[in-house]
């Protein structure tokens, strides 16, 4: 979409944007390409890419009073001023969410303005407390696949006070000791990285379309299999 501020989504006052992908809007004149936040509203377990906006915060824009993000990835977002990812202001707050590969002019990735709220972001430079500098180890950039590779340094590094229970993708959060930063967790069992795709069915580009029952799964071509204990990606035994 293309509008003045908030192409992508806007919030006044309230609202939430959970679970969602907003991508390739544009502010044509204005900030906020993907969000804009207005005095309130949260962004939560959401995917914010490629977006861009002519002002500030081409990802997500926050300004004014209590705007939320938490557990976002924000990446491949521009702007031609300041905080090609995120910009926000006053009491708004981001938590546990990736902040990475985002370009403007000035502050790059990340502007956190006044007496806003920054804290175990995955984000470079470091902004606000607990921030992660290194590369968040995507399982496909270009690809747009925002799942974490084991060597991630997101795994277990967010902070764990605000609740959640499920990730992007309906996964459990936390899946390790605590929450991991972005969108979703990392799954470390034998079918890591794979892509949730609806009523309860996963998809890996290896081994295609199954859905979990209890310690069976069904596969869509190759009826039931049972995942040994202890399998990995890296060394799988099926019943």
């Not at 809007?25 to 490629?50: C, E, F, L, R």
């Not at 009073?65 to 910009?87: F, K, M, P, R, Y």
């Not at 606000?128 to 060597?151: E, I, W």
Request: charged content about 10%.
């Amino acid at each position: 979409t293309e509008s003045n501020d908030g192409a992508g989504v806007y919030m006044q006052y309230a609202g939430t944007a959970s679970n969602c992908w907003i991508a390739d809007n544009q502010a044509m004149t204005g900030s906020g390409g993907g969000v804009d936040i207005y005095h309130g509203g949260k962004v939560v377990n959401s995917v914010v890419i490629g977006n861009s906006s002519t002002f500030r915060g081409g990802g997500i824009h926050a300004r004014y009073d209590g705007g939320t993000i938490l557990h976002c990835t924000v990446a491949s977002n521009t702007c031609a001023g300041e905080g090609g990812g995120i910009w926000m202001a006053n009491t708004c707050t981001t938590v546990n969410s990736i902040v990475y590969y985002n370009v403007a002019p000035a502050s790059a990735n990340f502007y956190a303005h006044n007496t806003a709220v920054a804290s175990n972001n995955c984000t470079t430079p470091a902004v606000g407390s607990g921030s992660v500098t290194g590369a968040p180890q995507f399982t496909s950039l270009s690809g747009r696949t925002f799942t974490l590779t084991g060597t991630s340094p997101c795994i277990d590094a967010g902070l764990a006070a605000y609740g959640l229970t499920t990730d992007y993708s309906g996964n459990p959060r936390p899946s390790g000791a605590l929450p991991d930063i972005g969108a979703y967790e990392y799954a470390s069992g034998w079918d890591a990285g794979y892509t949730s795709i609806g009523g309860g069915w996963r998809r890996l580009g290896w081994f295609g379309d199954y859905v979990p029952m209890g310690d069976w799964i069904f596969h869509n071509k190759h009826g039931f299999w049972y995942p040994a204990t202890g399998s990995t990606p890296q060394n799988i035994w099926f019943y």
